[in-house]
């Protein structure tokens, strides 16, 4: 049997039908705890800026804030998947097979992004981030700002997920003026699930 090109052309339509209703069905989380930048070429460079200067009595003349950058580049990197489809199975139009397969696709490409920042959020202990620090440490500081912390070492407990929470709330800017961090998510692994819902939902 020669297989048509209208033929092919009405599978792979049927397959990206599967695979879009997947993708838009799927609940990632990583736009919780991350900011989503939109890619525009192969490598992205972010200037980090110091604390934004906070507004100030107006008397006399401007006064003009010099900010602290700390550039870094993000370079963008290609993800794929390919499935092969059996030429015996386009044949006998048993293609329907592939639907569970080409569902998990659209899925694992919605939810791919889950992976890498939660991933890189459990790196945040061993692998130095832009400041040539580590992300969670006990000893961060910017500009002429205070030594901070902003790592915790205790088991996770009600009276601690309270100090914790406490501590964040107590953070400091480069001039030493409250972040106003409010904190709203707590992101644990599975292991920790049961202790997390007992600590928020009691």
């Known amino acids: 049997m020669i297989v ?6 009405s599978i792979f339509k049927g397959f990206k039908t599967l695979f879009n209703e997947a993708f838009a069905s799927a609940k990632p989380l990583y736009e919780k705890i991350s900011t989503v930048v939109k890619k525009k070429k192969k ?5 980090w800026l110091g604390a934004f200067p906070r507004l ?3 008397v006399g003349e401007r006064v003009i804030n010099s900010l602290a950058a700390h550039g870094y580049t993000i ?5 794929e998947s390919t499935v092969e489809v059996d030429r015996d199975d386009i044949e006998d139009d048993a293609y ?3 639907t569970p397969m080409i569902k998990e696709l659209g899925r694992s490409a919605a939810t791919h992004p889950d992976e890498v920042v939660f991933g890189l959020l459990a790196d945040g202990f061993t692998k ?3 400041d040539g620090q580590y992300f969670f440490d006990d000893d961060h500081k910017d500009e002429d700002g205070p030594i901070q912390s ?3 070492t205790k088991k996770l407990t009600k009276e601690y997920y309270s100090a914790a929470r406490s501590q964040m709330m107590s953070l400091l ?4 003026a409250p972040l106003g961090i409010v904190p709203n998510l707590l992101v644990v692994p599975p292991q920790l699930e049961e202790a997390a819902k007992q600590i928020l939902f009691a």
């Open 150 to 152: 902003n790592k915790g």
């Open 43 to 47: 490598s992205e460079e972010y200037g």
């Open 4 to 9: 048509k090109t209208v033929a092919l052309q």
């Open 75 to 79: 370079k963008n990197e290609s993800w």
């Open 128 to 130: 130095p981030c832009y």
């Open 56 to 58: 100030r009595k107006w």
């Open 96 to 98: 329907g097979v592939y």
């Open 173 to 176: 800017d480069a001039k030493g």
